[in-house]
């Protein structure tokens, strides 16, 4: 398979390298948003993304148009995630986006769901807080992993969302929502905790990416599966879950 990489900084060459490990060929590797002129002559099967919000948004569309499926890992541009969605119907394109494509990650998901679900009649009885840490160069605040744990918990009615960072830090009460507290450290690849405290006990779940290399696998898998699908996806129709 021919892939092209769009964001050549640690996360497209960490992608790089574990394509080549499962025998893929690089067809382009491109920091900006790339020409029609270089996607066509990269003959790439499918382009992987993961640049900067900025130019996320034109990275994707550029693709669809001209019928290179695409996943994307980029976070901080969903708002035009619509917009997106619309402009790959209309193309019969191919597009899948994970706000984190580590395996354990997307199992994680799952559990923080069932969790929520299964506190949802004690809700009231439960302050929850949801903690990540990145490393310094992570622009978007809160990353998009800890959203979508928010917007999950929030799906099963539990909680309002209320985003926090390490300088706006409260540390009074406030009842039906989250707190997201979002910290930048030097080599931290990825931390995320969900914490559910009331007066009786305390309920915590955590996963720690110790490198990139599980996203990059993650990345990987999702661009081998939507080779020859259409549709708008994530990793839950990859990993079946």
Known sequence: M???????????KTIEKIAKIRNHKISLCYDGTPSLHLLNNSN???????????????????????????????TGWLEKFEIIQKICKDKNGSFLYSSNFSIGMNIFFEINKKLSKLLHLSSQDYEVMIEEIHHKEKIDKPSGTAVSLAKDIINNKMKETWILDENKMDKKKIKNQILILSKRLNHVPGIH????????EDIKIQHKAHNREGFALGAVIAAEWIQHKKGIFSMKEVLEI
């Open 2 to 12: 021919n892939i092209a990489i769009i964001g050549y900084g640690k996360m497209g």
């Open 44 to 74: 790439s099967d499918v382009a992987i993304e993961f640049s900067q919000p900025h130019s996320a948004f034109n990275n994707i569309k550029i693709c669809i148009e001209n019928n290179i499926p695409i996943v994307c890992g980029t």
């Open 193 to 200: 905790i969900v914490k559910y405290k009331s007066k009786i």
